[in-house]
């Protein structure tokens, strides 16, 4: 069973940083992309940017220059999002997704849980 575990959510001043970390985990091949959205008050769940299995990153609608994607230590199976200088904007929950393959030529999408952010003024 795969299973995408997100941790770093939270309350954040204004202006403050915050590191949002997802793992995928359980038993699969690869992992063909790892992706962060943002889903806003009210608002339609966003991309914010995608990292494909060969570290190219395609940045979405809700990417923002105080944003960064990374890995944890460079492991495949893991997506950093650190949100800088955090404005009202940046409030609602991330959510974690990943295209999994379980064996040789299938793959198939998972999400994580979701972890809120609230930026507080």
């Known amino acids: 069973q795969v299973q995408l575990v997100e941790s770093g959510g939270g309350l954040v001043e204004a202006g403050g940083s915050l590191r949002l970390s997802c793992a995928a985990s359980?038993?699969?091949?690869?992992?063909?992309?790892m992706a962060w959205y943002h889903q806003a008050p009210g608002k339609q769940r966003e991309l914010v940017a995608r990292?494909?299995?060969?570290?190219?990153?395609?940045n979405g609608s809700s990417m923002r220059s105080r944003f960064t994607v990374s890995r944890e230590n460079g492991k495949k199976n893991t997506l950093l999002l650190d949100l800088t200088r955090a404005t009202s904007e940046d409030t609602g929950v991330y959510y974690c997704?990943?295209?999994?393959?379980?064996?040789?030529?299938?793959?198939?999408?998972?999400w994580g849980q979701g972890t809120q952010v609230t930026v507080s003024s």
């Open positions: 997704h990943a295209q999994i393959s379980p064996r040789v030529g299938s793959f198939f999408p998972y």
């Open positions: 359980g038993n699969f091949r690869s992992v063909n992309s």
């Open positions: 990292m494909t299995n060969g570290g190219t990153i395609t």
